[in-house]
């Protein structure tokens, strides 16, 4: 399994580009009950026939879930359902020639980089308290001395790729849940049962850990 992170904390302040995400690798549904959806095969024909029951379809399926992903980032209705509709019109435009499988993963990686490079527009007029609190957490973790030649030959990619494939499970689930889909503490704890403590012990040690090894893998800090 490969995980790609993002190359550098500055991913969120100051380089913020589409290409920087790292792909789901947990399959959850946050999808409205009740209602039966087509199989993503059956939605990317829509797209490949140019129905426009391909946004519908898609939107049914996937919308409260890239809705979670955007609403964790900007912290504002408005700005998250936009954001969703843009990525809608992103996979019109990308489906063909682009074939994703997992759908489910293309949606995200679209909606979160489109409301990264939203936040970062905003973020010169106004500040996101929830979402700034995890760039601090981010900046603990992730070299900011390195070179840009380093973040685009992809070293330090690869060594967090490396470190998150050794951790246990659930330190992983976590990880990305804070640091992907930019849950709160509260709401990672809610979501798989523990306490808020376990979870905030469970990232510190992980951040602690990430940063030790990017030392010793020679990425200074």
């Known amino acids: 399994m490969c995980f790609v992170f993002f190359k550098n904390t500055l991913f969120f302040s100051q380089i913020l580009k589409p290409q920087r995400f790292f792909p789901v690798f947990i399959s959850e549904g946050l999808f409205k009950k009740g209602l039966k959806k087509m199989d993503d095969k ?14 519908e ?26 954001t969703v509709n843009d990525t809608w019109l992103k996979a019109w435009n990308t489906i063909p020639p682009k074939m994703p499988n997992p759908l489910k993963t293309y949606l995200g990686r679209i909606t979160r980089n489109l409301s990264l490079n939203r936040y970062e527009y905003y973020r010169a007029q106004k500040r996101n308290s929830h979402f700034d609190i995890i760039l601090s957490e981010v900046e603990q973790m992730i070299p900011l ?47 798989y049962g523990v306490s808020e403590g376990k979870i905030k012990s469970s990232l510190f040690r992980t951040r602690t850990a990430l940063r030790n090894y990017l030392g010793k893998e020679g990425i200074s800090i």
């Open 145 to 191: 001395g390195a070179g840009s030649d380093e973040y685009e030959s992809g070293e330090i990619s690869q060594a967090i790729n490396a470190f998150l494939g050794e951790l246990k499970k659930e330190n992983r689930i976590y990880f990305v849940r804070r640091y992907w889909y930019s849950d709160s503490i509260a709401d990672i704890a809610e979501k």
């Open 57 to 82: 379809e898609t939107d049914a399926k996937y919308g409260s879930y890239c809705k979670k992903i955007s609403m964790n980032i900007l912290q504002n209705i408005q700005d998250s359902e936009e």
């Open 42 to 55: 059956q939605i990317l024909d829509l797209y490949i026939n140019r129905s426009e029951k391909a946004i």
